[in-house]
């Protein structure tokens, strides 16, 4: 079979009706971002990008020199395309609207401009994660206010893998497609098309030095996955934790599995709602997942139908193999209703 090309599928896509030509172009925009991040992240130590920037983020955690580059390279790969309103991101407070000497576009881009920070300086794999909205009509500037739209309305989502080779992976809502950058030619070839997540796992991804301070129904759950063929599951599990959220989510589309980041007493103390971000790692994932066919919510409700209330806002995320989430899903709920 002849290699299809990151370019040439977006213009299958339009001939489907699934994309506009704005979108493709984003689209186009991002992965060449991506290509630029790969090659920074690639570098390493030689082009000097380890380590911290000495700075914080809006959210109060250090920012690594690579957050702070991957976010200027989106942003400014962005800036001029006219496919734009505005872009919001993890390592700023505010949206960036597009500057008044560039044309407007009708989108709203969100990213995560580098995923699972602490695992640059380790050579561990990272990732960028986004999620595009429709820019409400009749908007002069793009605000947060903007910005504030549940999952459900994602016109698309994507994550790139910097790991032993970089990958792509998009949605529009129309099945979920992964691309492999080819070094030599440049560009990201079609690799699997259609994803699909299998609905049975006995694979679990979670970091179980929060145990302790989960809520009840989890410790319930991930206590029947650890019993194994001797507990009311029969059946053994296996553990994987990367730490990087797209390292995991990719396995997940590989070979099944399931993510949890649950609440956790730690968060709740601090007046937290969750570690991960809704809208620029929880909703694009969501939307990914659930077009290849697993599952994601908060524990309690699909993660897609939140309605956020601000940019930076977190969630308990539950994504992968649909068995898996249902069951931990109805614990919690079954634990809600028992109480309430
Ligand atoms: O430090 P922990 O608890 O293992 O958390 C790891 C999680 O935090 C994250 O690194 C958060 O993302 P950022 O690196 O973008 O802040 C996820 O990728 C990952 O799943
Ligand atoms: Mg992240
Ligand atoms: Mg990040």
Redesign the pocket.
Known sequence: MKPVSLIQFLIEERRAGHINAELSLLIEVVARACKRIAVAVNKGALGGVLGNAGTDNVQG?AQKKL?VISNEILLEANAWGGHLAACAS?EMEDPQPIPDMYPKGQHLLLF?P??????IDVNVS?GTIFSVLRCPDDVAEAKAEHFLQPGITQLAAGYVVYGPSTVLVLTFGHGTHEFTLDREVGSFVLSRRDIRIPEATAEFAI?M??QRHWEAPMQRYIGELLAGKDGPRGKDFNMR??????A?VHRILTRGGV?Y?PLDAKITAKGGTG???LMY?ANPMAFIVEQAGGAATTGREPIMGVQPTSLHQRVPVFLGSKQEIEQATHYHLQADGAQG
């Open positions: 955690e957050d993890e995560d580098l995923d699972g920070s602490s695992n990272v970091n030095s929060n934790w990367v730490a990087s959220m797209v995991d993510f980041y570690k991960l971000r790692e």
